[in-house]
């Protein structure tokens, strides 16, 4: 709640004290208030006995793992240069120039594996449906996962092969775990330069 008494407390933030201050931390509960750049410094928190209290969970596996005939992790997420579903920053030419369509990322021994390069075309298929996307050979991602970004729709949408399973308690969608299959198209994907695709800037 970022209203006055809330835990993100916004009331005493003015427009002069973000200039002034360069910024300003919430909480900030009153117009005289300097701002709160570290939470909970002083070991009081907002509970009835003001000591801090873990909820332990037990793991649970995600409800859709890898198979033989659906053998690869899918995940999806953001990169750098878009946000959200892109509807904004996709009109920005130079952010649509640092990524300007949604790449599969691949780790190097998992693409040797499927005989996939950088730019080859490949097939992505889940239980909900099929996508394909130009491949992007890197080290930053694990051996039995392959992401794509979610910034766009249509054809090129990553939801329409994530799951639709949802957090029984905080009715989350599972959209970052499911199992795909990967499959060479024996095309190219465009040919734009994937070095610009981590830069946050041009």
């Not at 909900?128 to 249509?154: C, L, Q, S």
Request: hydrophobic fraction near 30%; glycine fraction near 6%; include cysteine.
């Amino acid at each position: 709640m970022a209203s006055k008494g809330g835990t993100a407390d916004y009331y005493g933030i003015t427009y002069k004290k973000v200039v002034d201050n360069m910024g300003i931390f919430w909480p900030c509960k009153t117009l005289d208030h300097p701002g709160t750049p570290r939470l909970w410094e002083d070991k009081k928190f907002e509970t009835p006995d003001r000591k801090a209290h873990f909820n332990p969970v037990r793991y649970r596996p995600a409800s859709e793992m890898p198979n033989k005939e659906y053998p690869v992790v899918l995940t999806t997420g953001r990169v750098v240069s878009q946000y959200l579903s892109g509807t904004s920053t996709r009109r920005i030419g130079k952010l649509l120039d640092q990524y300007p369509e949604p790449l599969l990322e691949i780790h190097p021994r998992l693409a040797f594996q499927y005989g996939i390069e950088n730019h080859d075309l490949i097939r992505v298929k889940t239980r909900r449906g099929v996508a394909e996307f130009p491949a992007h050979v890197v080290e930053t991602i694990r051996e039995d996962t392959v992401f794509i970004p979610y910034h766009w729709g249509g054809k090129h949408s990553a939801n329409q092969l994530t799951i639709d399973n949802l957090d029984p308690i905080s009715k989350i969608p599972e959209f970052k775990v499911c199992a795909c299959q990967l499959e060479k198209t024996g095309r190219k994907g465009s040919q734009h330069r994937t070095d610009t695709a981590y830069q946050s800037s041009l």
